[in-house]
């Protein structure tokens, strides 16, 4: 983000994919904690990368907010972690086509309902 910034390709960034991850990350930002997003696998691919957006805000609203220990990003899959990543890509190679159906027969399902198996091992710990 701040490359592009500094580099002219842009006057802005677009927070929403990566705050589908990081809820808090503008407040990070604005608290220099940190200077950008963590990088995702799918920012080249945006059916894939929208598709994980939509599955991790689903993943925040599954959690109840007394659950996250203070952390917003509780319960929400970390996608920079290869070995999460791979295995929702997996996931989301089946859930696609079925998604693609349900919307020509008009009952749009456009949030595969990824759930992390163990919350503490594959969701940001920040």
Known sequence: MKSAIED???DGVG???PIAAEPDLPKKILQKNVQSA???PFDG???IGTSAAN???WQAGETYIEEKHE???YGIMD????KVSNKYLSEVQY???DMLESMAMGTANTVLKYKVEEKNEIVYNK
């Open 15 to 17: 927070l929403g994919r």
């Open 55 to 57: 599955s991790q805000m």
């Open 45 to 47: 691919d945006f059916i």
């Open 38 to 40: 963590l990088a995702s």
């Open 79 to 82: 996608l920079s972690n290869p």
């Open 71 to 73: 952390n917003p990003s």
């Open 8 to 10: 002219n390709i842009t």
């Open 95 to 97: 859930f696609l086509p």
